[in-house]
């Protein structure tokens, strides 16, 4: 569409010529690795899809504990392409979280967290925490027996932390147990707060980013490196992926809807064999490995603070590794960079066959 005189009245009131010479600077590295500057484009491209398809959910769906799973089942048999909403909703979040555990791997291992980017890691690091709360809090509002049992067992698991476990766990379950309060809050979080922060985090974290350009791992002779514009090559590939990624979550919501479990019942006890989501697995498998009680103290809550003091220390990467600081290759990290995600993924697969 060419409309000239809405055009004039844009470029009367906003120097949008400032803009265009901005984004026609900006380039990325071009080298071996760059395949990997992709996957924080893909995460974004998924968050969308999310916020599309929950705005959509958000129309039908009735957050309250008696309604909710009624609700939902109405959705998925009543309602015109409401199963593909939610299937889509369910297998965008799925993906997402693959990506975004592939967005991390990544730059852990290319060290782009180091100086002057650690801002940029630690943004990511939150937004990670914060997708999986999201997929905790999405998977407890369609109030089945499943998602019942896990967010019980989550919970529980925080409320083992000393100190402020008991605030965390009362804060997140807005009761002693579990209850149709509980599901209030993780509704608020759902839709409400955890968007509203993503989204602020998100931006912060695009912009940092724009601010610092692509990084260049550390073993690439920089004297040679050439560079891709932006606009338009950049962004036409960025737009190929993104489209791919449509047809591989459509295909999945097609072709494996998720199903809906028995209604939960706040008195009964948790059903056999209960898992919960594969991204949880990791944890739960630890828990596992440690007795009930350890020279006199709660099993359960040494491995939790041993689990939280891991996750601090990834949080916090971009400050302990003082070589990829100085530019210097520091394989300790690539090391144990690769030690958390083969732990990661070697959990994962116990926890799926056991
Ligand atoms: C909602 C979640 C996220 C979104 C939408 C997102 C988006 C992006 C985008 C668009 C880029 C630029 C292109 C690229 O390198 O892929 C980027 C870069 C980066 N992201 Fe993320 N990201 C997210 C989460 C994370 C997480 C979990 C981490 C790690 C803890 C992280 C760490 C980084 C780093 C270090 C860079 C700089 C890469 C470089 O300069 O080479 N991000 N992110």
Redesign the pocket.
């Known amino acids: 569409m060419n409309c000239p005189r809405l055009k004039n009245w844009f470029w009367e009131r906003y120097n949008i010529d400032e803009i265009r010479d901005l984004v026609k600077q900006k380039s990325v590295p071009k080298h071996k690795y760059e395949i990997?500057?992709?996957?924080?484009?893909i995460?974004?491209f998924l968050?969308i899809i999310q916020f599309i398809t929950g705005m959509v959910l958000s129309f039908y769906y009735v957050p309250h504990f008696e309604h909710a799973h009624k609700s939902i089942i109405e959705i998925v048999t009543k309602l015109n392409m409401g199963w593909f909403f939610r299937s889509l909703h369910h297998w965008g979040a799925q993906i997402a979280i693959v990506m975004?555990f592939t967005?991390?791997w990544s730059?852990?291992l290319?060290k782009?967290?180091r100086k002057p980017?650690e801002f940029?890691?630690v943004?990511?690091?939150i937004?990670?925490g914060i997708?999986i709360f999201f997929g905790l809090s999405g998977y407890f509002l369609l109030w089945d027996e499943r998602a019942f049992a896990a967010v019980r067992v989550a919970t529980g698991g925080a409320g083992n932390l000393p100190v402020v476990g008991g605030f965390i766990k009362a804060f997140l379950r807005g009761d002693i147990d579990v209850t149709g309060d509980t599901l209030t809050r993780f509704y608020a979080f759902h839709v409400g707060i955890l968007p509203l922060v993503?989204l602020c985090l998100?931006v912060l974290?695009?912009l940092l980013?724009q601010y610092?350009?692509?990084?260049v791992p550390v073993s690439i002779k920089k004297e040679k490196l050439k560079e891709t514009p932006f606009f338009p090559n950049f962004v036409y590939k960025d737009l190929i992926i993104w489209l791919v990624m449509l047809g591989i979550v459509v295909t999945l919501a097609t072709l494996v809807p998720p199903e809906i479990g028995k209604k939960a019942d706040p008195l009964a006890p948790a059903p056999e064999n209960i898992k919960p989501e594969w991204y949880f697995l990791f944890l739960f498998q630890t828990l596992k490995l440690f007795p009930g009680e350890i020279l006199g103290l709660n099993g359960e809550t040494i491995a939790i603070l041993l689990i939280s003091a891991g996750i601090l220390f990834f949080f916090l990467i971009p400050f302990f590794d003082r070589k990829s600081q100085r530019e210097e290759r520091s394989t300790l990290f690539t090391w144990i960079g690769l030690i958390y995600f083969l732990y990661f993924v070697l959990m994962t697969i116990i926890g799926f066959i056991s």
């Open positions: 990997w500057y992709y996957t924080g484009g995460t974004l968050f975004l967005h991390l730059t852990l290319l782009a967290y980017r940029v890691w943004s990511g690091f937004l990670l997708a993503t998100m974290h695009i980013v610092h350009g692509m990084s």
